[in-house]
């Protein structure tokens, strides 16, 4: 597939190109282009020249390309799914979900059309005053592999039905699905140039793009390192960032709770998307006095999933996405048996099918008797592992869950008030569930605290991260 910049399908300056591969199986899939320094340029440029004619179109006329854009995107799910799965690596049935989230936020932002206006203010003794929202201008995505589509999504709904236009680096291991639905934008009459897509390495492009003097707004997913690079860069042209960012979300199962629904709110919060989601559940804590039951139910939920090439029948969990991360899942699971750091009860290999296959698979892993400084603890772990403690009470539990430079998700699970109060209050993250986890929906906001990041997507509010409030005050 090619770049798309101005409307049009094009090659990288340099005319180099890299392979996209399929995580189940190692088969070359696709050639993009490797995009340059120059390409993020162009790109820029056909943004900056959409935008004047993108602003002063109506929200109600840039809704109704992105409700037809959604329509197509319906139409097509299953292809786009088969797309997704094929470069991505989860079960078909994830990628079906993924595509249809896709719509859906763009559903929701055209819904949003009518609301963002300014307000009207009198101001004592001194006349009036009212304000008006505007676009930014050009704004830059850069976003991840785990869920390309969703997170597409997030970044151009917002951005694109307030006027923006706007330059998207997909990760490099997934474009093929973002290119395909930027082609269906166009189709559905979104203007040249109102959408641009660079391939190519994050450290050339995405950095390009970011330092660009004519990017207003960088809204970036990824890698907390990768996000804090990003923020440097931004500081010096004083540059509005969204940076949603990586995170170790705690699990709490109190005494009460109903243990059935949390083994199963473990089991899709850990191993959904073969453990690559931001918000899964990436450290468990559940209170000794249920321990053994909920440990061993969870054995045995852990024990059933079915690994395997996510377009095959019957597949509960694909390959992790990539070489780098297979690699540093396999690490960190050796690092905890050579350092003596905690028990595998289940997993903790390469299973068969990986050999077989040529892909990334993993077995899903549980680990118990866990020291608080291993690195499962400390390190956002993106895999199919799941480290699970053992805490006295709700306090202890409390406690240990804040203890992370993330601030990401966090659930509890009981039928107590008072407990469900506490958690709700105590937990430090942007999003808290309970008895639930992992569930996203693009009416409500998400973003994290401490180091997962700063602004919010989704909701009414991430409307205000890509508009400009202008005041204006009248003396009659
Ligand atoms: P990453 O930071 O390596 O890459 C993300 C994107 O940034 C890619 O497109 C990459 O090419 C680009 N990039 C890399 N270096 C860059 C640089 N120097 N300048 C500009 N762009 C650069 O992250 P990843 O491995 O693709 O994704 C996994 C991470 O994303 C995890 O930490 C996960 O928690 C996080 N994530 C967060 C959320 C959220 O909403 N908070 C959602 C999904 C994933």
């Given at each position: 597939m090619?770049?798309q910049?101005g409307?049009?399908?094009?090659?990288?300056?340099s005319g180099e190109?890299?392979d996209?591969?399929?995580?189940?199986?190692?088969?070359l899939?696709?050639?993009?282009p490797?995009g340059?320094?120059?390409?993020?340029?162009?790109a820029v440029?056909?943004?900056?020249?959409?935008?004047?004619?993108?602003?002063?179109?109506?929200p109600?006329?840039?809704?109704?390309?992105l409700?037809?854009a959604?329509?197509i995107?319906?139409?097509r799910?299953d292809?786009?799914a088969f797309?997704?799965?094929?470069?991505?690596?989860?079960?078909?049935?994830?990628?079906k979900?993924?595509i249809?989230g896709?719509?859906?936020?763009?559903?929701?932002?055209c819904g949003l059309?009518?609301?963002?206006?300014?307000?009207?203010?009198p101001?004592h003794?001194?006349g009036?005053?009212?304000?008006?929202?505007?676009?930014?201008g050009v704004?830059?995505?850069?976003?991840?592999?785990?869920m390309?589509?969703?997170i597409?999504?997030?970044?151009?709904?917002?951005?694109?039905i307030?006027g923006?236009?706007l330059v998207?680096?997909?990760?490099?291991?997934?474009p093929?699905t973002?290119?395909t639905?930027?082609?269906?934008?166009s189709?559905?009459?979104l203007?040249?140039?109102?959408?641009?897509i660079?391939?190519?390495?994050g450290?050339?492009v995405?950095?390009?793009l970011?330092k660009s003097p004519k990017?207003?707004?960088?809204?970036f997913?990824?890698e907390?390192r990768?996000?804090?690079r990003i923020a440097e860069?931004?500081a010096g042209?004083m540059k509005?960032?969204?940076?949603?960012?990586g995170g170790?979300?705690p699990?709490?199962v109190?005494?009460?709770?109903?243990l059935?629904?949390?083994?199963a709110?473990?089991l899709?919060?850990?191993?959904?998307?073969?453990?690559q989601?931001c918000t899964?559940?990436?450290?468990?804590f559940?209170?000794?006095?249920?321990a053994?039951r909920?440990?061993?139910?969870l054995?045995a939920?852990?024990?059933?999933?079915r690994v395997?090439?996510g377009?095959?029948?019957?597949?509960?969990m694909g390959p992790?996405?990539?070489?780098?991360?297979?690699?540093?899942?396999?690490?960190?699971?050796?690092?905890?048996?050579?350092?003596d750091?905690?028990?595998?009860i289940?997993?903790?290999?390469v299973?068969?099918?990986?050999?077989?296959s040529k892909?990334?698979?993993?077995?899903?892993?549980?680990i118990v008797?866990?020291?608080r400084?291993s690195?499962l603890?400390?390190?956002?772990?993106?895999g199919?592992?799941?480290?699970?403690?053992?805490?006295?009470?709700?306090?202890?539990?409390i406690?240990?869950?804040n203890?992370?430079?993330?601030g990401l998700?966090?659930?509890?699970?009981?039928?107590?008030?008072?407990k469900?109060r506490a958690?709700?209050?105590q937990l430090?993250?942007?999003?808290?569930?309970?008895?639930?986890h992992?569930?996203v929906?693009?009416?409500?906001?998400?973003?994290?605290?401490k180091?997962?990041?700063i602004?919010?997507?989704?909701?009414?509010?991430?409307?205000s991260?890509y508009?400009?409030?202008?005041?204006i005050m009248?003396?009659?």
């Amino acid at each position: 597939m090619k770049m798309q910049i101005g409307g049009k399908a094009v090659d990288a300056c340099s005319g180099e190109f890299f392979d996209i591969i399929n995580p189940a199986t190692g088969e070359l899939i696709d050639r993009v282009p490797k995009g340059t320094e120059d390409d993020a340029a162009i790109a820029v440029e056909s943004a900056s020249s959409a935008f004047n004619g993108w602003a002063s179109t109506s929200p109600q006329q840039r809704a109704r390309i992105l409700y037809t854009a959604s329509g197509i995107v319906r139409q097509r799910q299953d292809e786009l799914a088969f797309l997704l799965t094929r470069e991505q690596g989860k079960p078909l049935a994830e990628s079906k979900n993924e595509i249809e989230g896709f719509a859906h936020v763009l559903e929701y932002y055209c819904g949003l059309a009518s609301s963002f206006h300014g307000d009207f203010v009198p101001v004592h003794q001194n006349g009036y005053a009212f304000t008006v929202k505007k676009p930014l201008g050009v704004c830059t995505a850069i976003i991840p592999w785990n869920m390309p589509a969703l997170i597409m999504a997030w970044k151009i709904g917002p951005a694109l039905i307030s006027g923006n236009t706007l330059v998207l680096k997909p990760a490099s291991n997934t474009p093929l699905t973002n290119l395909t639905l930027a082609s269906i934008l166009s189709e559905a009459g979104l203007p040249p140039g109102v959408l641009n897509i660079v391939t190519g390495p994050g450290e050339v492009v995405g950095e390009s793009l970011v330092k660009s003097p004519k990017v207003k707004k960088i809204s970036f997913t990824g890698e907390a390192r990768t996000g804090k690079r990003i923020a440097e860069l931004a500081a010096g042209g004083m540059k509005r960032v969204t940076l949603e960012l990586g995170g170790s979300d705690p699990m709490l199962v109190c005494d009460d709770a109903d243990l059935e629904a949390a083994v199963a709110g473990a089991l899709r919060g850990r191993f959904y998307n073969c453990g690559q989601a931001c918000t899964a559940v990436k450290r468990l804590f559940v209170f000794e006095s249920v321990a053994e039951r909920f440990i061993k139910k969870l054995e045995a939920g852990v024990r059933n999933l079915r690994v395997g090439n996510g377009l095959h029948e019957n597949v509960d969990m694909g390959p992790l996405n990539n070489r780098r991360q297979w690699e540093y899942i396999k690490e960190l699971v050796a690092d905890v048996e050579e350092k003596d750091e905690g028990r595998i009860i289940t997993g903790g290999r390469v299973p068969e099918v990986s050999t077989c296959s040529k892909g990334y698979f993993f077995e899903p892993t549980l680990i118990v008797d866990v020291p608080r400084e291993s690195r499962l603890l400390k390190e956002e772990v993106f895999g199919p592992v799941l480290p699970v403690g053992q805490v006295k009470d709700l306090d202890e539990a409390i406690e240990e869950s804040n203890n992370t430079c993330y601030g990401l998700g966090a659930s509890i699970w009981t039928k107590n008030l008072d407990k469900a109060r506490a958690g709700c209050e105590q937990l430090n993250a942007g999003i808290v569930w309970l008895n639930q986890h992992l569930k996203v929906a693009p009416e409500v906001p998400f973003g994290g605290t401490k180091e997962s990041g700063i602004g919010r997507e989704n909701g009414p509010d991430a409307l205000s991260e890509y508009l400009d409030l202008k005041t204006i005050m009248l003396k009659i």
